[in-house]
């Protein structure tokens, strides 16, 4: 074998096979319609997407109600400037506010307000049931162990640990 042809052999890309293609395509559409109908179910109930849900939700659970703007980002798996975005949104709604960090003047807390925390409390059940209902309902217990573990598998290796990595909390 010649060196030109091991070179554009090496470079040829490797084509799904028919059946990943189906897999990959059923993905693609499962995730695209599960986004929108959450997106659908929290415009309804709350009037926000779920990005925004997603990020109340981590203040709720976090300490004192409050992470550091680049921790939100980061828990979120969004860039920087689509948090900044999202945070001013939700504190034009007086579900959220922005306090500086004391122990450095560049970091800024996101800390979910008393009117954020009701609004989840209203919110949640519709949440939950439109969770339940387009997930977990429609697959076994074995299924909903093996879609966590799946997922689970496709989060960490999309998520590499050395430096320099291109993640959306670091742009």
Known sequence: MNTASASASAEEPRWLTDEEQLVWRSYIEASTLLEDHLDRQLQRDAGMPHIYYGLLVQLAESPRHR???TELAMSAKITRSRLSHAIARLEKNGWVR????????????????????????????????AVRQAVFERLTPEQ????GEIMRILAEGLQPA??????????
């Open 98 to 129: 922005r306090e500086d960090c004391p122990s450095d003047k560049r970091g800024q807390f996101a800390v979910l307000t008393e009117e954020g925390h009701d609004v989840l409390r209203r919110t949640a059940p519709g949440h939950v049931t």
């Open 144 to 147: 909903q162990k093996s879609l």
């Open 162 to 171: 050395e430096a320099g990595a291109d993640l959306p909390w670091l742009r």
């Open 67 to 69: 992470l550091r703007m």
